[in-house]
């Protein structure tokens, strides 16, 4: 069992089912990174201990996604034809997780796609995520789908049932995972901020259709956030992507309360998240895991393949206009009951058995098990103290 990954938030999402296929009696894992990310995806193999078997190494700096895709695929085949594995993980999205898909499928092995089923129902936006996610499903024989809303789409597109899991989603497994290692911060500069108290907005941004003038805006919004708000210190992980942080860092340096640190490693990014007021981000993953912290989480989106925290009333989409983003954070830290609505620990996305109904779903697929229960989200998760905050 061949499971594919290049990027942070792929490595995140399948670090708990390459540990858990490492348990397994019935399959044999073996691990393949792309390295279309490097220095963000090393970061995470280190949180979990996983060293991977081969490594495609496919980063450069200023690739297109044509590059990416065409050096994944010549260099996975290679790697295909001498492991021959029975099935082929891929997670989510990325240029990665399609590329090998394809690769795997061109070999006639049976892909399997772990985060099966999101769509947000433009195919801009995310871009090219929308269409990567897409294609992928159309060549996949087992989906791993997070909730029951994925699973529906799948079905609504014509995916035959039987070949569909509800799992939960895995980065669920990795939060609990990590926020349940003692605190203690690398970072010396969040160290300090979590240390000193008081009122934290959390920013990621990194979105390609973001790039440019919407990022600007996201800049803007922050300056102006940072001066409007004194007692308030803003803390900005910055994406290793140059075209991110020529485009937000200039309106937001050389302020006091404001924290701009290298791409935090993931134990850090969890407890920070514990420790933020407010959580204002264009990611995936961030919208996934801030509502099980309790955490209220501003997107500077149109939309999202994630609508199940946002029917919970913990997550609000607020675009990328810098008067909007103001407005939006400046009433949840004014808004004592504002705040309260959106700050309720829920848990849509998953209960930290994901890995687990996956690695059962793959035995079954090759013919060594059988599939266990599968993921019912709870209205409210009830209360897990290391959690609290
Ligand atoms: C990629 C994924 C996106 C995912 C995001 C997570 C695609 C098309 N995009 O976008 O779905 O949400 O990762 O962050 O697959 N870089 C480094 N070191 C790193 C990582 C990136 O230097 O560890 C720089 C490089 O210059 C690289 C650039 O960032 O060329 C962009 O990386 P790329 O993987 O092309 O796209 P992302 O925008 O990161
Ligand atoms: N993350 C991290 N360090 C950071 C910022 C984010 O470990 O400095 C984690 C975060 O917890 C989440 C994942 O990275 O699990 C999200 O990755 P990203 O936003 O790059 O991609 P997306 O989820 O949008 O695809």
Redesign the pocket.
Known sequence: MMTVYGT??EA?KVAPVVTALAASDALDGITVVTGQHREMLDQ?NAVFGIRPEHDLDVMSHGQSLSQIFTRVMARLDDVLTVEQPDAVLVQGDTTTSTAAAMAAFNRRIPVVHLEAGLRSGDLTSPFPEEANRRLTTQITDLHLAPTAMSRDNLLREGVRPETVVVTGNT?IDALLDVVDRPALFQDPAVAAVAARGGALLLV?T?RRENWGLPMRNIGAALGALADAFPWLTVVL?A?RNPLVRDAVLPAVRGRSNVVITE????SD??HLTARATVVLTD????QE?APSLGKPVLVMRDNTERPEAVDAGTVRLVGTDARRIVGEVSHLLTDTNAYGRMARAVNPYGDGRAAARSVAALAELLGVGSRIDEFRAAPVLAALPSLAV
């Open positions: 942070r938030p995140i995470v980065v990621t990194h992980p994406h791409p935090l490693c993931y990014f969890v990611s995936g993953g961030v895991e």
